[in-house]
T-cell receptor
Framework: NAGVTQTPKFQVLKTGQSMTLQCAQD?????MYWYRQDPGMGLRLIYY???????DKGEVPNGYNVSRLNKREFSLRLESAAPSQTSVYFC?????????????FGPGTRLTVL | QKEVEQNSGPLSVPEGAIASLNCTYS??????FFWYRQYSGKSPELIMF????GDKEDGRFTAQLNKASQYVSLLIRDSQPSDSATYLC???????????FGAGTRLAVHP
C-alpha cells in the first residue's frame, strides 16, 4: 500500500517551459488535492477534485490546470512556468467518511523555475 | 477570508517538558480541526483530529478545542528531540469542503 505517490521528486524548469506533475493514490479515495507550500505561508490549495470527473479552483489557481484522469490519478500542469511558481507541491487525497475527511499527503515535488 | 493563525515560533522546550501549541481560526462555522506534523523536507502527516469541544488524547498528544473562543491547541507531554518539527493546524469549515492551513509553529526540543 503505497498511499499517495508523486512524480517527479525534483524538477528545474526555465521560464516559459511547461510540465505536468503526476499524482496517484491507492486508497480508493474520492477526493484529491494539489497544494503549494512556500516558506512562511503554509499550504495553499491550488485545485481540488471532490470526485472523479469534477475539478474546482482553490485559493491560488492562476497559472495551473488540472486533470482528474480517473479515480486514482490527479495531475497538475504548468503551461508556461514563471519564477513565482518555484515552490514545493504536494498532492493529497481524502475520503469524507474516513477519520473526519483526513487528508493524506504525497512526498512532494520540489520545483525551481529559473 | 477564512483564516487560521499560528505563532511561527520557534517554540523551544527542554526534553521531558510539555509543549503547548496554539491555533485560532476566524470562521465560526468550522467543524473539524486537524494537527499535522511536518519534518524538514518531508510531507505533512496527521497527528490528531478533533471535532467536539473538550479534550482528545492519543498517547503523549492531547488536542483541545474551544469553539466559543475559536481556539484549538495541541499539548505534547514528555517532549522528545524527535518531536522537533513544524506543527500545522488545519480547519475544515462547515459548507466549505476544503482545509485551511495555518503557517505552522516550529517546535525545537533540546536535550
Amino acid at each position: 500500500n503505497a498511499g499517495v505517490t508523486q512524480t517527479p521528486k525534483f524538477q528545474v524548469l526555465k521560464t516559459g517551459q511547461s510540465m505536468t506533475l503526476q499524482c496517484a493514490q491507492d486508497m480508493n479515495h474520492n477526493s484529491m488535492y494539489w497544494y503549494r507550500q512556500d516558506p512562511g505561508m503554509g499550504l495553499r490549495l491550488i485545485y481540488y477534485s471532490a470526485s472523479e470527473g469534477t475539478t474546482d479552483k482553490g485559493e491560488v489557481p492562476n497559472g495551473y490546470n488540472v486533470s482528474r484522469l480517473n479515480k486514482r490519478e490527479f495531475s497538475l500542469r504548468l503551461e508556461s512556468a514563471a519564477p513565482s511558481q518555484t515552490s514545493v507541491y504536494f498532492c493529497a487525497s481524502s475520503e469524507p467518511v474516513d477519520r473526519g475527511d483526513t487528508q493524506y499527503f504525497g512526498p512532494g515535488t520540489r520545483l525551481t523555475v529559473l | 477570508q477564512k483564516e487560521v493563525e499560528q505563532n511561527s515560533g520557534p517554540l523551544s522546550v527542554p526534553e521531558g517538558a510539555i509543549a503547548s501549541l496554539n491555533c485560532t481560526y476566524s470562521d465560526r462555522g468550522s467543524q473539524s480541526f486537524f494537527w499535522y506534523r511536518q519534518y524538514s523536507g518531508k510531507s505533512p502527516e496527521l497527528i490528531m483530529f478533533i471535532y467536539s469541544n473538550g479534550d482528545k488524547e492519543d498517547g503523549r498528544f492531547t488536542a483541545q478545542l474551544n469553539k466559543a473562543s475559536q481556539y484549538v491547541s495541541l499539548l505534547i507531554r514528555d517532549s522528545q528531540p524527535s518531536d522537533s518539527a513544524t506543527y500545522l493546524c488545519a480547519v475544515k469549515s462547515g459548507g466549505y469542503n476544503k482545509l485551511i492551513f495555518g503557517a505552522g509553529t516550529r517546535l525545537a526540543v533540546h536535550p
